[in-house]
């Protein structure tokens, strides 16, 4: 606990979480409840997972220009003007899908709210990287762990106001939330003190390119495309199970076993290499899949999910240490947006598959076996031969407190 109390203590570190926090709701909230609206208007698992996963490679696509764009002058510019541009369009695709637009316009209006999504996750994990390296580790396991919070609080919010009223509620709330946390960052003292690095004219695609960042990257994707096909699954399972209204309980449980993993996790002190803990801990979501395609009573997949999502924070943990210690000083906030681009994008073509397999033949248990055999992918990406980066790296950046 002293160790998460050091990074508290840092000056600018509640806002950081706090607002961090608020600005990643929309990335919870915004894919289920867009995928409850579009299927209450449609009646199709399908469709609603094809628009969610719009909404998400629209924000995938984006993220990593926006990124550079960031490191060359300032992510608070960059928040600034997403915090004008998301909200209005997010009304506007709202009202296309309540006003029964054609397909192809509901289509644009969720890839716009995704190109406009705020950039908070990867500014949070890029400001992050600047505190002393001595509680960097930590700082980025409560950060993991505050992020899996959000898949606990993002999904019950928006069970509770679909039941309360409907999921066009849950968007609005989502934008609400998604901008004021993405003002706090913006208007936070480190963010204020920020200083680009100066570096030489990079190639577009150095910064994915770099020792150690291919294989991060694909395992990532991997991983987040199983995580995706679990999402849709979950509130198709639900309703198999006759009670739909568990969907977001179920999905909350499991954030809450990855939030108590990621707090164990982050206590530690772990000697084996940062690429090895990031193997063990993808064999360990792996393992904490496997079963959940067998079970049909939504109460011990309540369990199930508790237990296999204790391994989720701290692969997430592991997985900010690498980028942070890959990335160079000039680029870490596109690096990180990168990684966020694996997020947004591979889950949300992971509940695409997923919405289709539920559909098919395949069912409820298709997708749950689609996302196990992708977590086992990432764990076979791990181990491809490549190129390796030198770690542990001395820290390269000035340290600017959080």
């Given at each position: 606990?002293r160790?998460?109390?050091a990074?508290?203590?840092?000056?600018?570190?509640p806002?950081?979480?706090?607002?961090?926090?608020?600005?990643?709701?929309?990335s919870?909230?915004?894919?289920?409840?867009?995928?409850?609206?579009?299927q209450?208007?449609?009646g199709?698992?399908?469709?609603?997972?094809?628009?969610?996963?719009?909404?998400?490679?629209?924000?995938?696509?984006?993220?990593?220009?926006?990124?550079?764009?960031?490191?060359?002058?300032?992510?608070?510019?960059?928040?600034?003007?997403?915090?004008a541009?998301?909200?209005?369009?997010?009304?506007?695709?709202?009202?296309?899908?309540?006003?029964g637009?054609s397909?192809?316009?509901?289509?644009?209006?969720?890839?716009?709210?995704?190109?406009?999504?705020?950039?908070v996750?990867?500014?949070?994990r890029?400001?992050w990287?600047?505190?002393?390296?001595?509680?960097?580790?930590t700082?980025?396991?409560?950060?993991?762990?505050?992020?899996?919070?959000?898949?606990?609080?993002?999904?019950?919010?928006?069970?509770?106001?679909?039941?309360?009223?409907?999921?066009?509620?849950?968007?609005?709330?989502?934008?609400?939330?998604?901008?004021?946390?993405?003002?706090?960052?913006a208007?936070?003292?480190?963010?204020?003190?920020?200083?680009?690095?100066?570096?030489?004219?990079?190639?577009?695609?150095?910064?994915v390119?770099?020792?150690?960042?291919p294989?991060i990257?694909?395992?990532?994707?991997?991983?987040?495309?199983?995580?995706g096909?679990?999402?849709?699954?979950?509130?198709?399972f639900?309703?198999?199970?006759?009670?739909?209204?568990?969907?977001?309980?179920?999905?909350?449980?499991w954030?809450?076993?990855?939030?108590?993993?990621?707090?164990?996790?982050?206590a530690?002190?772990?000697?084996?290499?940062?690429?090895?803990?990031?193997?063990?801990?993808?064999?360990g979501?792996?393992?904490?899949?496997?079963?959940?395609?067998?079970?049909?009573?939504?109460?011990?997949?309540?369990?199930l999910?508790?237990?296999?999502?204790?391994?989720?924070?701290?692969?997430?943990?592991?997985?900010s240490?690498?980028?942070?210690?890959?990335?160079?000083?000039?680029?870490?906030?596109?690096?990180?947006?990168?990684l966020?681009?694996?997020?947004?994008?591979?889950?949300?073509?992971?509940?695409?598959?997923?919405?289709?397999?539920?559909?098919?033949?395949?069912?409820?248990?298709?997708s749950?076996?689609?996302?196990?055999?992708?977590?086992?992918?990432?764990?076979?990406?791990?181990?491809?031969?490549?190129?390796?980066p030198?770690?542990?790296?001395p820290?390269?950046?000035?340290?600017?407190?959080?």
């Amino acid at each position: 606990m002293r160790s998460y109390l050091a990074v508290w203590r840092l000056p600018s570190a509640p806002v950081l979480l706090l607002a961090g926090f608020a600005g990643r709701l929309p990335s919870s909230m915004v894919p289920l409840a867009l995928l409850l609206m579009v299927q209450e208007q449609t009646g199709s698992y399908a469709i609603a997972g094809g628009v969610s996963a719009m909404y998400g490679v629209a924000t995938a696509v984006m993220a990593p220009v926006l990124g550079r764009l960031a490191d060359r002058r300032s992510p608070r510019h960059v928040l600034l003007a997403q915090s004008a541009a998301y909200p209005l369009l997010l009304t506007l695709m709202a009202a296309a899908v309540l006003g029964g637009a054609s397909l192809p316009w509901v289509f644009a209006a969720a890839a716009a709210v995704g190109a406009s999504t705020p950039l908070v996750s990867g500014t949070v994990r890029a400001l992050w990287s600047r505190v002393d390296a001595r509680v960097r580790p930590t700082a980025y396991a409560l950060d993991a762990t505050a992020t899996e919070l959000v898949f606990v609080a993002g999904p019950t919010l928006v069970a509770a106001l679909t039941f309360l009223t409907r999921p066009a509620v849950a968007l609005g709330v989502a934008g609400v939330l998604g901008v004021l946390g993405a003002l706090g960052v913006a208007t936070s003292a480190p963010m204020r003190a920020w200083r680009p690095v100066v570096a030489e004219r990079r190639r577009l695609l150095s910064t994915v390119t770099a020792p150690g960042m291919p294989r991060i990257l694909l395992s990532g994707t991997a991983l987040m495309f199983g995580v995706g096909g679990l999402e849709v699954a979950v509130p198709a399972f639900a309703d198999d199970a006759g009670s739909p209204g568990m969907s977001g309980l179920l999905l909350a449980v499991w954030a809450l076993g990855s939030a108590g993993g990621g707090l164990w996790f982050g206590a530690r002190v772990v000697s084996a290499s940062l690429p090895r803990q990031y193997r063990w801990c993808l064999l360990g979501v792996t393992i904490g899949l496997a079963p959940l395609a067998a079970i049909s009573d939504p109460w011990v997949l309540g369990a199930l999910l508790f237990l296999g999502g204790t391994a989720i924070a701290p692969t997430l943990t592991v997985q900010s240490s690498l980028v942070g210690s890959i990335a160079p000083a000039s680029a870490v906030t596109e690096a990180f947006t990168w990684l966020s681009t694996v997020t947004f994008g591979a889950s949300a073509i992971g509940a695409a598959v997923g919405g289709a397999l539920i559909e098919s033949s395949a069912g409820v248990a298709g997708s749950l076996l689609m996302a196990t055999g992708a977590a086992a992918v990432a764990v076979a990406v791990t181990l491809v031969p490549g190129r390796r980066p030198d770690l542990p790296i001395p820290p390269r950046r000035d340290v600017v407190p959080a």
